[in-house]
């Protein structure tokens, strides 16, 4: 089993849709979380972090449950350039940055 | 500032012949990693460093050597090249290793026929 796991997708939603991902990990040690954004053959770029509180960037929410393992991503009102893949990142106590293997997201106009 | 730099962008090898891939960043960075990353397979960890002199194996270290002479230089080693190591290759580097954004290189693209 992958230490951090997400549905592949392809999530194909309409502009304005509301989507959400999630992203399970298994070490419960793990102790810093993020979502990237990857771009089709391009380097990813952070999109957020998550934190314990939760916390919101504009129309980006990012949860985290430690109980249950797993960090959420949502997105609300989906624009045309959100069309990316979205990929969660674990750091364990090793600080090993394990990703995983991304979920894509189409909006489609 | 630069940023993070990869060379070379694309290579083609033939089995058996080995390269060293380069990273450097100028952003003063401690922490510096590899990855690859295949279809469907998302990003996987090969080597990381937390800091100049020290390196530690990722998710798939095997065929990979790493060393971290310097802050700024973190080059990957394939020491003798496989067609299961045809892959595109990221590095990347943040501040520190407590959770900070990780920045990432624009990768090297490489075939090994």
């Known amino acids: 089993r992958k230490e951090v796991e997400q549905d592949p997708g392809p999530f194909n939603v309409p502009e304005g849709a509301t989507v959400a991902f999630n992203c399970t990990y298994s070490?419960?040690?793990?102790?810093?979380f993020f979502w990237y954004r990857q771009d089709c053959r391009k380097e990813p770029k952070l999109l957020m972090s998550v934190y314990s509180s939760g916390n919101e960037d504009g129309r980006f929410t990012a949860q985290l449950n430690r109980a249950s393992q797993y960090i959420s991503l949502l997105i609300r009102d989906s624009k045309l350039s959100d069309s990316a893949t979205y990929l969660c990142?674990?750091?364990?106590?090793?600080?090993?940055?394990?990703f995983g293997s991304g979920t894509r997201l189409l909006v489609r106009p | 500032n630069a940023g993070v730099t990869q060379t070379p962008k694309f290579q083609v090898l033939k089995t058996g012949q080995s390269m060293t891939l380069q990273c450097a960043q100028d952003m003063n960075h401690e922490y510096m990693s590899w990855y690859r990353q295949d279809p469907g397979m998302g990003l996987r960890l090969i080597h990381y460093s937390v800091g100049a002199g020290i390196t530690d194996q990722g998710e798939v270290p095997n065929g990979y050597n790493v060393s971290r002479s310097t802050t700024e230089d973190f080059p990957l080693r394939l020491l003798s090249a496989a067609p299961s190591q045809t892959s595109v290759y990221f590095c990347?580097?943040?501040?520190?290793?407590?959770?900070?954004?990780?920045?990432f290189g624009p990768g090297t693209r490489l075939t090994v026929l």
């Open positions: 990142a674990v750091m364990d106590s090793s600080y090993k940055l394990i």
């Open positions: 070490n419960s040690a793990s102790q810093s």
């Open positions: 990347a580097s943040s501040y520190s290793s407590s959770g900070d954004t990780q920045y």
